[in-house]
């Protein structure tokens, strides 16, 4: 289940009447996805289709009854800022991941006895 984080908001502030139907529909949702794709004959691809989007759905349903329930918490808008999410995920040559430390490895001296 995806949902996880903001049902813990939910719990956290103790709001169990409104957590829970969200657990409960997700499950609802996908043991009902889960039989619908089965009887399909979809395989297991057919069955990870169907509970990710039971998880998708959960998620935003989960997302939208914290935001009626906790305003205060989710007030941030959700919005994509193309110019952070740019830097982010620009290489920048001085934040330029650390070398992996290499050694090397010296043949076992051999010793004769001649």
Same mark, same amino acid.
């Given at each position: 289940m995806v949902?996880?984080?903001?049902?813990? =908001?939910? +719990? &956290?502030?103790q709001?169990?009447?409104?957590a829970?139907? =969200?657990?409960g529909?997700s499950?609802?949702?996908? #043991?009902?996805l889960?039989v619908?794709?089965?009887?399909? &004959?979809?395989? !297991?691809?057919?069955? #990870?289709?169907a509970?990710?989007?039971? $998880?998708?759905? #959960?998620? %935003?349903g989960?997302? !939208?009854? =914290?935001?009626? =329930?906790?305003?205060? !918490?989710?007030?941030v808008?959700l919005? %994509?800022e *193309?110019? +952070?999410?740019?830097?982010?995920?620009? *290489?920048?040559?001085?934040a330029? @991941? @650390?070398?992996?430390p290499?050694?090397?490895?010296? @043949?076992?001296?051999? $010793?004769?006895?001649?």
């Amino acid at each position: 289940m995806v949902a996880i984080a903001p049902v813990a =908001v939910l +719990r &956290g502030l103790q709001r169990y009447p409104a957590a829970n139907p =969200v657990i409960g529909g997700s499950a609802l949702a996908t #043991a009902l996805l889960t039989v619908l794709a089965l009887a399909l &004959g979809t395989g !297991i691809l057919g069955v #990870a289709a169907a509970t990710a989007t039971a $998880s998708l759905v #959960a998620y %935003a349903g989960s997302l !939208i009854v =914290v935001r009626r =329930v906790a305003p205060e !918490i989710m007030s941030v808008p959700l919005r %994509a800022e *193309r110019s +952070r999410t740019l830097r982010l995920l620009r *290489r920048s040559g001085t934040a330029s @991941p @650390p070398a992996a430390p290499t050694r090397r490895l010296q @043949p076992p001296h051999r $010793s004769t006895d001649e």
